[in-house]
């Protein structure tokens, strides 16, 4: 894996190898794959050509028997040795049979031992290649690398080749000055990546990055480092320590060359490598420099380096680091903590090297390290604050404190990390540690997000955190768990999708609203009752938003989101920033749900490639870490876009798959969220009477239910069925209450789909006014799919007055807009409402419409591969203004994806 390249290098010099003989070393450090390479370079060799494969492995205790090496490489594979070499003349056999130990005699002529071993190597491959595979050149016999290099310059004009491997800073007798090199460098971080996932998974991301980090590339590494790693540390139940465990491989690898340096070099080395950049760094540089003792052996040896400039000392490898700390004992490592203590200036480092140094309970030391992290998870570090929390449990006096320690890290692997496994075992834990201590707000709280992703139902975990947060007091020091309590409970009612669950939720808001951070006091209602926010929540809101960047906390990003989420225009810049901060294993949970909004909100703006692959990945992302209840969350985006294009297969399985599960647990909105696809895929199909009877299940026409979200999405929706249903009176009385409940000063979004709706409910007296307002705005080609309706609609009255050629522009634009979407049964609608125009001609018939400079230009970017945001960053717009020339790209060039821009601009000479 992650050697494409190499494995090429490889099958060109079998190639040339096959045909007229060719040598080629690889070279590399320990565990870098070489054996591994070499081993698929044989299999190809004999798949490919049938060749004879002669192998032989260097050996530190043979390296004194003279032609050992030779003696397997000619020996050990061959079927009948003696026949072989009766082939040979008697000077040549003679010369092989002294050198290989088959007779007594002299030693061999050099030049005729090579001319004999060349003469039996051309014999064998008179019928196949024949391929000599040299395995730790470094560590064959003095005699046999001579002979062999001997050879190795004379394999031209053969069908011999020869492949050896010799590892990175070692001596060896083999001349390689003719023989070409191929250097195995470390893995990058990708190929890393995918190698971990196939070796060990299961493992919690944030672990598979730690070992990534720590292997530096190496695949023997990325290996066996999770020998070291215990099950619970693998889910996040646990902590890892400080550098991980090497294995006796590993440490037979990278030890050996630190135990060989003096004790107290070592012993810098251990406060170095203990430090790791935690801020003592200025301190330790003094302390090495006025030391007795300095780096030079270790320097020299190339284990590290002094970067004094920054005040640091850098570890040639990270697996060098681990090395170190491996070995040293317990007391040394202990001593180094307490040593690094002293030096830190900063309260939170002492605090980390006082814990690590502590043999037994210390709350002041357990105290500050629940301050650590919590400014850790504020920073979006959640796996780091599990790991400290988790140590001042260890640390922690009162039982109670220990259960709350515990219990708040399985909150955080729940609700942040994506470690629900781990999370359950905590609260295992927990529970087995302090059967005699209540339960507590916190680990209620943990307990309630752990079983709505596991086999209980909404109403249990809505009893649990009510209960919980019943017998908590108002006061300042349960602020924390109060606030997560609640953001869990607002999580439980919106899934439960009835409204007497809400109740509980309102009061405890009420109740608590003192110590409630302001983007849960805001979302308390407009995510919670988005139809009752206040115009005052609103613009503070915005104003939150705005003030986002991109050192914002994940965890405020997505509140903040959340609470615009039904309003409409969630901050996208921010939430990409958290799903890439996901990809570490630090905010697993964070990273899903800003994957679902964005996914959403893509499907809302037109860019539905996008939205489909931001689904996927969100799908993808629950299930691997067993997040069920967001799982039919997540599969809301596909099945929008699978309404759209009627592919009603897709929507019948989804249907099933979010029912299956949810039912019987309890989860009503699920109802809610598949009545509204299913509104939607009725409105694709013509099926208006059917889909205006699945909007009016989730509400009536002119109301507007409480705690009933995904009312502000869908005004348009249940106007447009309404009106070609032909209940204009319903469809009026919902533009009227929209007006009423303020939905267009919700958001953009909201406010061009209520003035949508107010068009498609005009009466014949005004209603060309209000569709030409805003089908003419620029502003409406933020949501194509929406404008693109409101053009099909207004180009049917247009037709219906018989104003047809006023209607043809709209019904053009509206077929163009659905086939860049992929929106089949749309276009074909446009394009049979088109012909019922009279005779007309499609775009692209004829001679294609010229691009604007600036619509080139984007094209060109797309079609290299940029995305919109990449695009809009280089030329200095906004993503959505790129799709919006994207869109009238598409139907210029007469194409109908990206995929496709990279022809069509060749095939127009761009």
């Keep these: 894996m992650g050697r494409t390249e190499e494995v090429a ?70 079927t009948d040795p003696a026949a072989e070499l009766m082939t040979l003349p008697d000077a040549h056999r003679g010369a092989l049979e002294a050198a290989l130990g088959l007779r007594v005699g002299a030693a061999p002529d050099r030049l005729l031992l090579t001319s004999a071993t060349l003469a039996l190597l051309r014999r064998l491959s008179a019928d196949a290649p024949v391929l000599l595979v040299i395995d730790d050149l470094h560590w064959l016999d003095r005699a046999s690398a001579g002979a062999l290099s001997l050879v190795a310059r004379r394999l031209a004009g053969s069908r011999v080749g020869m492949l050896l491997a010799q590892r990175s800073g070692t001596e060896t007798f083999f001349d390689r000055a003719a023989v070409p090199e191929l250097r195995l460098a470390p893995l990058d ?138 070995l040293a004992s317990p007391p040394e490592r202990r001593a180094a903590h307490r040593r690094l203590a002293q030096l830190a200036e900063d309260a939170d480092v002492q605090a980390l090297h006082l814990a690590e140094a502590a043999l037994g309970p210390d709350e002041t030391v357990a105290s500050t390290l629940v301050g650590v992290a919590e400014r850790a998870l504020d920073r979006g570090d959640g796996v780091r604050a599990v790991s400290l929390l988790l140590r001042a449990h260890e640390l922690s006096v009162r039982p109670q404190d220990r259960a709350e320690r515990l219990a708040d890290a399985a909150f955080i692997g729940a609700h942040v990390t994506g470690a629900l496994t781990g999370a359950g075992t905590l609260l295992e834990r927990r529970r087995a540690e302090h059967p005699d201590v209540a339960r507590t707000l916190q680990s209620a709280t943990a307990a309630a997000a752990h079983l709505l992703n596991q086999d209980g139902d909404i109403d249990t975990a ?86 986002l960047d991109g050192r914002s906390s994940p965890i405020r990003v ?17 939430l990409e920033h958290v799903v890439d901060g996901a990809s570490t294993g630090g905010t697993v949970a964070l990273g899903a749900q800003a994957l679902v909004m964005l996914a959403v909100d893509a499907f809302f703006s037109g860019s539905w490639d996008e939205a489909g692959a931001l689904a996927d990945r969100a799908v993808a992302t629950c299930e691997e870490h067993g997040y069920a209840l967001l799982l039919w969350g997540a599969r809301l985006p596909g099945m929008l876009l699978a309404a759209a294009r009627a592919d009603t297969a897709y929507l019948d399985v989804a249907h099933a798959r979010m029912r299956q599960w949810a039912l019987p647990r309890n989860a009503l909105a699920v109802r809610t969220f598949t009545a509204y696809a299913d509104g939607l895929a009725a409105l694709s199909q013509a099926r208006y009477r059917d889909a205006f009877e699945a909007y009016r299940s989730i509400s009536e026409p002119g109301t507007f ?62 209603y060309k006014n209000r569709f030409e307002e805003l089908v003419e705005d620029p502003s409406s080609a933020q949501w194509p799919f929406a404008l693109a309706r409101l053009e099909l609609a207004y180009g049917e009255r247009l037709r219906r007055d018989r104003a047809m050629r006023r209607a043809r522009p709209h019904l053009e634009r509206a077929r163009q807009r659905f086939t860049a979407l992929a929106a089949t049964p749309w276009s074909e609608r446009a394009d049979a409402m088109l012909r019922a125009t009279g005779p ?56 109908t994806s990206r995929a496709a821009l990279r022809d069509a601009l060749t095939a127009r000479g761009h």
Aim: aromatic fraction near 4%; charge should be negative; include cysteine.
């Design 189 to 326: 971080d990708d190929a890393a990546m995918d190698l971990v996932r196939v070796l060990h998974p299961g493992l919690h991301p944030s672990v598979r990055h730690r070992i990534v980090s720590e292997a530096g590339g190496n695949p023997l590494a990325l290996s066996e480092l999770r020998r070291g790693i215990t099950a619970a540390q693998g889910s996040g139940a646990d902590a890892l320590p400080a550098t991980l465990v090497l294995s006796d491989r590993l440490r037979g690898i990278f030890a050996a060359r630190v135990s060989a340096l003096p004790s107290p070099t070592r012993r810098l080395l251990l406060l170095a490598a203990l430090d790791d950049g935690a801020q003592a760094g200025t301190a330790l540089m003094r302390v090495i420099a006025a030391s007795d003792v300095d780096l030079e052996p270790a320097e020299s040896s190339g284990l590290v380096s002094v970067d004094r400039r920054h005040h640091r000392v850098v570890f040639a490898h990270p697996l060098t680091r681990a090395a170190v700390v491996d």
């Design 9 to 78: 290098a490889i099958d060109a010099f079998l190639a040339q190898a096959s045909q007229d003989g060719a040598a080629l070393v690889v070279t590399g450090e320990a565990g870098m794959g070489k054996s591994t390479l070499l081993q698929a370079a044989a299999i190809q060799a004999t798949e490919r050509w049938g060749a004879h494969v002669r192998r032989v492995s260097g050996a530190q205790f043979e390296q004194q028997l003279s032609y050992s090496g030779l003696h397997q490489l000619l020996l050990a594979d061959a």
């Design 840 to 895: 007309t001609r499609r775009v692209g018939a004829g001679r294609a419409q010229e691009l604007t400079a600036q619509e080139l230009e984007i094209a060109r970017l797309a079609a290299s591969g940029l995305s919109n945001r990449q695009i809009g960053e280089q030329l200095f717009l906004s993503p959505r203004t790129v799709g919006a020339h994207l869109y009238r790209v598409f139907p210029k060039l007469g194409i």
């Design 558 to 574: 997505v509140e903040l989101a959340q609470a615009r989420w039904y309003v409409g225009d969630v901050p996208r810049a921010p």
């Design 705 to 766: 239910p409480p705690h009933e979200q995904v009312t502000t999405w869908m005004v348009m929706d249940l106007v447009e069925a309404a009106v070609h249903s032909g209940d204009l009176d319903a469809a009026r009385a919902h533009v009227d209450a929209a007006a009423r409940a303020r939905i267009p000063e919700l958001s953009a979004r909201s406010r061009f789909l209520w003035l949508a709706a107010a068009a498609l409910a005009a009466d014949d007296a005004g």
């Design 462 to 547: 809505h009893a649990i955190l009510v209960g919980a947060l019943d017998t908590t007091p108002p006061n300042e020091t349960h602020r924390r768990g109060v606030e997560d309590a609640i953001v869990t409970l607002m999580t439980v009612c919106s899934f439960g999708g009835r409204v007497e669950l809400w109740a509980a939720f309102d009061d405890a808001v009420r109740r608590f609203e003192p110590l409630l951070s302001e983007p849960v006091r805001i979302a308390a209602t407009t995510f919670a009752d988005p139809v009752r926010s206040t115009p005052e929540q609103l613009r503070r809101l915005h104003d939150l938003v705005e003030a």
